[in-house]
């Protein structure tokens, strides 16, 4: 079994700065893409970004030059600092990661937290 847990989510102003932690933990032999998503109220999940295990990055445009993914694969924790937020980034924001396990397939399986709750003020 694994479990994922996020921090870092709170109340900012527009134009500040969060930073979202998600740590994996249980029997993990590998971890493979970690990413974040979000959902606002009234709409669907979005992909926000993503981070291989070589490091390839994904960004959604809405999200582009604002806000940066990073891995730490020695804790199995992913991170996502936020800057310049803006009152649209307000949404749930879960952490999602595929892991391999000795049940698990090759690929691995998707595993999610049960989100952390941003909310940039006006």
């Known amino acids: 079994q694994v479990q994922l847990v996020e921090s870092g989510g709170g109340l900012v102003q527009a134009g500040g700065s969060l930073r979202l932690s998600c740590a994996a933990s249980?029997?993990?032999?590998?971890?493979?893409?970690m990413g974040w998503y979000r959902q606002a109220p009234g709409e669907q999940h979005e992909l926000v970004a993503s981070i291989t295990s070589d490091g390839n990055t994904f960004y959604a445009d809405s999200v582009k030059g604002r806000f940066t993914i990073s891995r730490d694969n020695a804790k199995n924790t992913v991170y996502l600092r936020m800057n310049s937020l803006k009152p649209e980034d307000t949404a749930d924001y879960y952490c999602?990661?595929?892991?391999?396990?000795?049940?698990?397939?090759?690929?691995?399986?998707?595993?999610w937290g049960k989100g952390t709750l941003v909310t940039v003020s006006s």
């Open positions: 999602n990661a595929r892991v391999v396990t000795i049940e698990s397939s090759f690929s691995g399986m998707d595993y």
């Open positions: 249980g029997s993990i032999l590998s971890v493979k893409t």
